[in-house]
């Protein structure tokens, strides 16, 4: 007779020691990314110590850039998100708003406020896209471009703008992304230093908590909800550690949609922003590095800078931020997916062998692998297979390790920036990041992991997100 | 594999390591919050009595600026520097080498870090005077560090200083090519010997970046090189060569450049169609006209543009080719109407 009893407890433990070994190494990888990203972060110091950035300001050789803001329903928020573009501390700046078939009256707001005009504009379908409707210029903002065409989402939107666009460079964004005045002149450096990169991502912080006025943050503060308090930590960890120590481990994978600069001719040699993918921004990031390999055998360079800064609202209802998260996870699992043939292939050096399987084995089946975890230890503990002394004192290393990575990141933040000048945010960042590992850290797992299943299901939507609106929030 | 022992023993570990991070997280924000509010204390008093020392011409350094700790001396320095020029920046200056600070980042830039060495050049581009310091630095390992040089310079131009901005403009680092371009372009008129000297000596692609640097300083002293080098058989040269002319004007510019509109490459084409606009040479804008009528689309935009940059009499032209010509052309001609101002895109 079969024991099923034994054969359970051998499985259960026997599992526990795989999700071990997995967790033995991802945090390792954290380790080594934590140390990385300070070595980049104290050579980026040393790079800037005393930088003037006045010849990047009004040289006549700087790259011109292209802002590329797709605006969906923004009626509210629109005038304000173009002004602050046009004053963007940046000369050789064009501003291109894409109204994405919206069914409010983001057009004839803008008309009215910018005195817009048709205009007949002569396109390049360089890239494939649903029909525009009009192009409007302004003749008192000739940099600015205002495009109405048919709903076709985000990368639709983006792919006209790069038919559309006169500058070498394209920074895509969100419409309702605030970036701070001299983000460009710091964006831009990776690219005055070296013809190799295609693409550079900022640093993305959460406004919320914070006062704005006239499109810009002028009292920074961290929110006392708890939502958006642990995405605070969370935005931080994930840009300051994770990205920058990318810099340094194979270069970065993930440009955020909401404030990335790319070579225009590098993105349209790649056909552009995909179709039908949530994930849309990593995987033009993933395109472009692939393709220096496949075309020229040299590695295209992909760089995250620091400090230039955007600021974004972060939902503030787990409704809304679980449809995000979701989409997130779905738009990850569907990159690596068609990308696939890349991981552990030696033709793609560091991307094939390092940085592809790092997302698929640790992004991507993270939550898989924390779920099977959770569930095998409160299985095994019920059928007695696990002892709870064991359980409880892996519980508080786990977490304990993971609240040590998080403070880590504010030190590192302290260290380097200090954006927070006020002692009771700095508490209150330590109190989120404490208290991040329990129940949020789950729930997570939990929408990434719906994320996954919508994904096997073949679903490409992206969910509505609800904003309150920073400026109309906090304006003072 | 792991034991409940071995998880006893390392669990303290983390628990001290978090108390720690947490302890020292706290204790950096409190020193930050303490050292920014002092050093914008500081800042201020220093700037008021830098402000009254430069503005009163006094001999003597106000004794508060002395007592300052020295980075809190350069940042008040710096900062005054960049906002004034002529004598008010020479007195900066004359102050910032009395109370030490130009020879303590004279001496940064001999330093084995490069950091210091950039730091040094930094402080010694705003700060510092004719140094002899930073020739070695033109050659330094460093990339950011030579064009920090580069920079320098542009303030401080000599003959020996452009002839290394020259070499520089070759530099295998991207940003050094772009800060001796940018350097040379602002400097101007002065660099203009040595630009001739290289273009005269040189061609092919080779001869791509100086073109763009003369196209920008525009001085006639370039239409020799540029002459010889619009006949070049790279395509790219003759276009460079065409913008060149658009700077300098002149007849033998106008010719050329009706020579270059029947080039075999559209895209020189239409550099050529580009520079006539720019010259506003109206005596071409029915051969503009006729390009906008047969050429490809580079060609025919960029004579649209042209005729636009022309006023009333390239108008008149694109109003007729709406009119009267096929919808290619036509659509040319309107998107220059249209655009919000002459000339076209950049």
């Given at each position: 007779m079969i024991d099923w009893g034994h054969v359970a407890q051998v499985i259960l433990v026997d599992l526990e020691i795989a999700i071990l070994i997995y967790f033995v190494i991802v945090n390792s990888f954290y380790a080594l990314l934590l140390v990385t990203a300070g070595l980049e972060m104290r050579d980026h110091l040393r790079r800037t110590r005393a930088e003037t950035r006045w010849r990047v300001l009004n040289s006549r050789v700087t790259p011109r850039i292209t802002m590329l803001a797709p605006a969906y329903n923004e009626e509210a928020t629109v005038t304000e998100s173009v002004r602050s573009l046009l004053t963007l501390h940046y000369a050789r700046l064009e501003v291109i708003l894409i109204n994405d078939g919206s069914k409010d009256r983001t057009l004839d707001v803008l008309i009215g406020e910018f005195g817009l005009k048709p205009v007949f504009v002569e396109q390049e379908f360089l890239l494939n896209t649903q029909p525009i409707r009009a192009v409007y210029r302004s003749a008192g903002h000739p940099n600015l471009l205002v495009v109405d065409k048919v709903n076709g989402g985000k990368a639709d939107a983006l792919n006209v703008g790069l038919n559309l666009a006169s500058g070498d460079l394209v920074?895509?964004?969100?419409?309702?992304?605030?970036?701070?005045?001299?983000?460009?002149?710091?964006?831009?450096?990776?690219?005055?230093?070296?013809?190799?990169?295609?693409?550079?991502?900022?640093?993305?912080?959460?406004?919320?908590?914070?006062?704005?006025?006239?499109?810009?943050?002028?009292?920074?503060?961290?929110?006392?909800?708890?939502?958006?308090?642990?995405?605070?930590?969370?935005?931080?960890?994930?840009?300051?550690?994770?990205?920058?120590?990318?810099?340094?481990?194979?270069?970065?994978?993930?440009?955020?949609?909401?404030?990335?600069?790319?070579?225009?001719?590098?993105?349209?040699a790649v056909g552009g922003y995909a179709h039908g993918s949530v994930g849309e921004d990593m995987e033009l990031v993933l395109k472009l590095r692939r393709r220096g390999y496949e075309?020229?055998?040299?590695?295209?360079?992909?760089?995250?800078?620091?400090?230039?800064?955007?600021?974004?609202?972060?939902?503030?209802?787990?409704?809304?931020?679980?449809?995000?998260?979701?989409?997130?996870?779905?738009?990850?699992?569907?990159?690596?997916?068609?990308?696939?043939?890349?991981?552990?292939?030696?033709?793609?050096?560091?991307?094939?062998?390092?940085?592809?399987?790092?997302?698929?084995?640790?992004?991507?089946?993270?939550?898989?692998?924390?779920?099977?975890?959770?569930?095998?230890?409160?299985i095994g503990l019920a059928i007695g297979a696990i002892n709870y002394p064991f359980a409880i004192l892996f519980f508080l290393l786990a977490y304990g390790y993971g609240a040590v990575l998080s403070i880590m990141t504010l030190l590192l933040e302290g260290f380097s920036y200090h954006r927070y000048a006020r002692m009771r945010d700095h508490v209150m960042l330590i109190v989120w990041a404490l208290l991040e590992n329990i129940g949020y850290r789950q729930l997570t797992v939990w929408w990434r992991l719906k994320g996954l299943w919508k994904f096997f299901r073949g679903r490409t939507d992206w969910g509505a997100m609800e904003r309150r609106g920073i400026n109309k929030a906090k304006a003072t | 594999v792991i034991s409940t022992e071995f998880l006893r023993w390392v669990l303290p570990l983390i628990g001290g390591l978090l108390l720690s991070s947490v302890l020292l997280t706290l204790a950096r924000a409190a020193f930050l919050i303490w050292y920014n509010h002092q050093t914008h204390r500081r800042l201020a008093v220093a700037r008021r009595a830098l402000v009254v020392a430069v503005s009163t011409e006094a001999v003597d350094i106000p004794q508060e600026f002395l007592a300052m700790p020295f980075r809190v001396k350069v940042r008040a320095l710096v900062d005054l520097a960049r906002g004034v020029t002529g004598i008010e920046l020479r007195r900066v200056r004359a102050i910032a080498a009395q109370v030490g600070v130009v020879a303590a980042a004279e001496s940064m830039t001999r330093s084995r870090l490069w950091a210091k060495r950039l730091y040094g050049a930094r402080i010694l581009t705003v700060l510092g005077p004719d140094s002899t310091?930073?020739?070695?630095?033109?050659?330094?390992?460093?990339?950011?560090?030579?064009?920090q040089a580069a920079e320098w310079a542009t303030t401080r131009p000599d003959e020996a200083r452009i002839a290394s901005l020259v070499l520089l403009v070759y530099d295998d680092v991207a940003f050094c090519?772009?800060?001796?371009?940018?350097?040379?372009?602002?400097?101007?008129?002065?660099?203009?010997?040595?630009?001739?000297?290289?273009?005269?000596?040189?061609?092919?692609?080779?001869?791509?970046?100086?073109?763009?640097?003369?196209?920008?300083?525009?001085?006639?002293?370039?239409?020799?090189?540029a002459l010889r080098l619009s006949k070049a058989y790279e395509p790219e040269v003759r276009a460079r060569a065409a913008n060149v002319f658009a700077a300098i004007g002149g007849e033998q510019s106008i010719h050329t450049l009706l020579r270059l509109l029947s080039d075999e490459v559209p895209d020189v084409r239409a550099a050529a169609a580009r520079a006539l606009g720019r010259l506003e040479h109206w005596k071409a804008a029915p051969r503009l006209a006729e390009v906008i009528q047969t050429d490809e689309k580079i060609a025919r935009r960029a004579a649209a543009h042209a005729l636009r940059a022309l006023g009333a009499p390239g108008e008149l032209f694109l109003r007729k080719i709406v009119r009267e010509s096929d919808a290619e052309a036509a659509n040319a001609a309107r998107e220059a109407i249209d655009y919000p101002y002459a000339g076209g895109p950049a």
């Open positions: 920074c895509a964004m969100d419409a309702d992304t605030l970036i701070e005045p001299d983000a460009l002149q710091r964006m831009v450096r990776p690219f005055l230093f070296s013809d190799d990169y295609v693409a550079a991502g900022g640093t993305i912080r959460i406004a919320n908590g914070s006062t704005a006025r006239a499109g810009r943050i002028i009292d920074l503060g961290v929110p006392r909800q708890a939502i958006p308090g642990f995405q605070i930590v969370e935005y931080l960890r994930a840009f300051l550690f994770g990205r920058l120590g990318w810099n340094k481990l194979g270069g970065n994978l993930v440009i955020s949609g909401a404030f990335g600069l790319f070579r225009r001719e590098a993105v349209i075309v020229s055998g040299v590695p295209r360079e992909v760089a995250f800078v620091p400090d230039p800064v955007a600021w974004t609202e972060a939902p503030e209802s787990a409704r809304v931020l679980a449809r995000q998260r979701d989409r997130w996870h779905r738009g990850l699992a569907d990159t690596l997916w068609r990308h696939r043939s890349l991981a552990f292939n030696p033709k793609y050096g560091v991307l094939g062998m390092v940085v592809v399987p790092y997302f698929f084995i640790v992004e991507l089946l993270a939550p898989v692998v924390e779920a099977v975890g959770l569930l095998g230890l409160l | 310091h930073i020739a070695p630095l033109f050659y330094d390992p460093e990339p950011l560090v030579r064009a090519r772009f800060s001796a371009t940018d350097a040379l372009l602002r400097i101007g008129t002065p660099a203009v010997p040595a630009l001739v000297e290289r273009l005269d000596n040189i061609s092919g692609i080779i001869a791509l970046p100086l073109l763009d640097i003369a196209a920008g300083i525009g001085s006639p002293a370039f239409l020799t090189a």
